[in-house]
Structure formats: C-alpha cells, structure tokens
C-alpha cells in the first residue's frame, strides 16, 4: 500500500463528529420539553450538550464552535445579522488580535529567555537550595504569562534538565520528578492576563453569563487572585518539598544557573528590540489594570478612551513605523495575521452565546428556571464555606479526566445562580472570585491526559510513572485542594459582591 494512502471509511472521531452535530440540531425536535423548559429551551439545550460533547470528544474546536453557532439562526433562537454583530463586535474578538500581537513579539524577540535568566542567576540564590527551587517555579509563572504551551516546556523542562546533571541527580531521582510537576503547576501563569489567549474566551463566557444578573466579572480583580493562589502555592509546595516530600535538596546548593547548557546562548541583557517590545507590553498592561477601576480616574474619558481593546494597536502602529537599528521591532501585518486565529474567534462567539442561552430569561426558553429548580434542593441549605469546600474538590477531582474549559463551562451555568440568590440573601460571596476558583482549579489536572491539553508534556516524560503520579502526584493535589479552599475564603470574605 503505498505510504500516501488514507484508510478509508469513517474514523471514530468522525463518528464522535456526527453524533455531536446530530445532538446540536435534533435534540430538541427528539426530546419533548421537561422541568418548565420551553421547545425553543430545548432547542438550545442540544446545542449547549452537543458543543460540550464535541469538546469532551477533543473534536476539532473550530468546526465544532461553528456547528454550534450555525445553529442559532437555523434553529430561530437569533437572526444571522445579530449573530455575527455580537459574536465578531465583542471586545474579546479584537483583544485576542491586537494583544496577542503584542505578546507574541514580545516572545519572537527573546525578551522572556533573558527574563528568566537574570532572575534565576541574582545572587543572593546561591547557596539556597529552597529558594532556588521557589525562584524557579516563580519565574516560570511570569514566563508563562507569554511563553505558554512546547515553548515553556521546552524551556523549563530543559532548564530542569540541566540542572539536574550539574548538580549531579541521578536520572530517577525524586527531585527531578518533584520539580517538573512543579514546573507544570507553574505554567499557569498563561491564564493570568484576562485580555489575552485561552482565558480571555472564558471571560466572555463569564461575562455573558453573569450579565443578566447585574454583574460583571472583575478582571483586576482575577489577576491579584490568579497570582496570589499559584504564586502562593509555589510556596506552599516549596515548604511541602522540604518538610513532607523531602527530595534531596542540598544538591541545588552549588548550582549556578547562569552557566547551565539551557541558558548558555541566552543573552545577558536586553537588546533594544527587546527593550521596546517589553516596555510596550508593560505599559499595556498597566493601562488596562488601571483601565479595570472604571471613570473614577481624573480625565478617564480622554485617555482612556482607548480601553483595554485599543491600547495594544497603539504600540503595534508606532513600532512598526519608527524604526530600531535600521528595522522596525513589530511586524504588524505577520503579528496580526498569526494573532488572528480563528480557533480562539470561534470559541469565544460560541462560548459567548452559550453563557447567553444558559441565562435568557426570556418565556421561549426557560433554562436558567430550569437550572436553579434541579440544584437548590441540593446546594440551597448549604452554607457558603460548605458550598466551597464541595465546589473545589469537585472540580479539581473531576478535571482530572474530563477537560478542563469543559468543565467551566458547564459549572458555571449551574454555580451562578446559586451565588447571585446567597448574595441577595446577605450572605458574604464575590461571583469573580468563585468562577475565578472554578476556572484555577479546573487547571491543575496531570493525572490523566483527558484533563489537560498540557498534560500531555509531563506525561510524556519518562520519569512520572503511575506510581509517582498516584501517590506523591495525589498528595500535591490534595496539598493544593487545601491551599485553593483557603485563599478562596479570605478572597471571598474580602472583596464580597465584586
């Protein structure tokens, strides 16, 4: 058979295709209202089950997010020219181009290797073995707020690595298995930036699900909690390192990481293309945290007028005009183009929408009276602290094998209403931090590949072996299920009713 031949007939995620679609438009023709849901309701419902099938089923997400949105319009529920008018016109459609520009030249520059380079050789490392081991899990979550997915891998796991053979680990030493789950937690700092990549889809998704209730999610609100529960936790599996794990440490001691083979050919310091790229990012960023605070800021309609959308074109335009050693630092036309991707696009029309059907109040649906009928008998008498404690485990134990965005999705369409009716009951909850924990802890799954997309690289790695993974691995889980429970509780309590 020559080695260009397809295997004909049809593959099983062919079959998973045609059954998601299938549930997409005729669950609603084939089963007959139910829990005061209206046949329009039901309609919708099909479409709400079939796009989580098709994502459970790891289907591609770009055909499937547009099955789904082909359904509005051919099932009734909203008009083609409303349709794209509120799935390209969102602001999240243009942050995920023009800031994604940003921090993927940023990236192409090779800032964020010089970044983690300077901060894991300062000096006053040396001789800390404990502190080495935190610095490295810090910084790999400020790298991996613009260096997510292989390149991160690549980079920390290479770093590891390295490492491990000057400080002269054995291959299966504990340490390095210990370390590289560690680096995989710290990886997710690539959620930490609301306007950009993955996350700034399942803010719209937040939004538009807590939209009907009065409310909005609070992005600066998200990023101090998202730092907080996993830098914090960086230190928390530091101490857990020294005091219960107890990997042998002392070897760190000697190690200087300016001269490990990783960072060899990494440059010292910053050229000015980095420079600019750098700066151009932070000022962003800066902008759209202060942004966050609303017209309480003098002159807020002038220079802010721009918002979190626009900021980011205005260093894309000046930089790819004025020149830096004879060539301009952005790219604008190939940023932009590589920005645009049309997977991410499609994601946030369909996740957006499906926030909207969860909580239409209108009489021709009746799914958000649905929703709230089936799960407060069972939530409705829990206490806030006892809700939470149910909330996180759940979350963290069921991600380990369902996807993680999936599992968002459909918590949050279920967890809303019941926050909103303690919140109007007087008790002490914020809804952005709540579905921020849903989100963070939907995050840490490496037990399964099912879980994670990025799950696959420390699984792939020979030394987590299922020995490893179900004992020291579920006692890091459990660590971090505590750690989670906590911070929620003091956020919680802090910032209640934002």
């Known amino acids: 058979m020559p080695a260009t031949e397809q295997k004909k007939g049809l593959r099983t995620k062919d079959i998973h295709f045609i059954i998601g679609t299938l549930i997409i438009y005729g669950f609603g023709y084939v089963c007959p209202p139910f829990g ?29 997010s547009l099955i789904a949105l082909l359904a509005f319009p051919i099932h009734g529920y909203m008009d083609v020219s409303t349709l794209l008018t509120k799935w390209t016109g969102t602001t999240t459609t243009f942050q995920l181009v023009f ?47 613009n260096m997510g997915g292989a390149p991160y891998f690549l980079l920390f796991f290479g770093l590891i690595d390295s490492i491990a053979d000057v400080a002269g680990y054995d291959k299966d030493d504990k340490f390095i298995k210990y370390a590289l789950l560690g680096m995989y937690v710290a990886a997710y700092g690539m959620f930490l930036f609301p306007f950009k990549g993955a996350f700034a889809v399942t803010v719209a998704f937040f939004n538009s699900t807590l939209q009907p209730y009065g409310y909005a999610f609070n992005n600066n609100l998200y990023m101090l909690y998202d730092a907080a529960t996993f830098i914090g936790f960086d230190i928390v599996y530091t101490l857990a390192l020294k005091f219960i794990f107890k990997p042998d440490l002392a070897k760190l001691a000697k190690v200087d990481v300016a001269t490990v083979e990783t960072f060899r050919e990494v440059p010292d310091h910053f050229d000015k293309h980095m420079k600019v790229a750098f700066w151009s990012a932070i000022v962003c960023i800066i902008y759209a945290i202060i942004c966050g605070f ?182 890091v889980l459990c660590i971090f299920m505590v750690w989670q429970y906590v911070i929620l509780m003091i956020f919680n309590i802090l910032f209640s009713g934002k």
């Not at 849901?37 to 989580?52: A, D, F, T, Y």
């Not at 909207?356 to 089936?374: F, H, P, V, Y």
């Open 36 to 64: 005061g849901i209206q046949p329009m309701g039901m309609k919708m419902l099909g479409v709400v089950i079939g796009l989580i099938y098709l994502t459970c089923v790891s289907c591609p997400i770009l055909q499937s």
């Open 99 to 145: 800031a994604g520009a940003v921090m993927l030249g940023l990236k192409e520059t090779g800032a964020m290797n010089v970044i983690a380079k300077k901060l894991l050789s300062a000096g006053f490392l040396k001789g800390r073995p404990a502190l080495l081991m935190l610095m490295i899990m810090v910084v790999g979550f400020i790298i991996s707020t």
């Open 294 to 475: 609303g017209t309480k800021w003098p002159g807020f309609k002038v220079w802010g007028a721009l918002t979190v959308t626009f900021i980011w074109v205005v260093p894309l335009i000046l930089f790819s005009i004025v020149r830096v050693e004879g060539r301009p630092v952005f790219n604008i036309a190939k940023l932009t183009t590589d920005a645009s991707l049309w997977t991410m696009i499609a994601l946030v029309g369909s996740m957006t929408f499906l926030g909207t059907i969860c909580t239409d109040q209108s009489e021709n649906m009746g799914i958000r009276g649905a929703i709230t009928k089936l799960f407060d008998p069972i939530f409705g008498d829990m206490s806030i602290p006892v809700l939470m404690a149910v909330l996180v485990v759940f979350v963290v134990v069921i991600t380990q094998v369902v996807h993680g965005q999936v599992l968002v999705m459909g918590i949050t369409a279920v967890i809303v209403p019941i926050i909103v009716s303690r919140l109007q009951a007087g008790d002490a909850a914020s809804p952005t931090v709540i579905l921020a924990t849903v989100s963070q802890a939907a995050q840490v799954a490496f037990l399964f590949p099912s879980g994670s997309v990025n799950a696959a690289y420390v699984l792939n790695r020979p030394e987590m072996n299922k020995k490893f993974l179900f004992t020291s691995g579920v006692a």
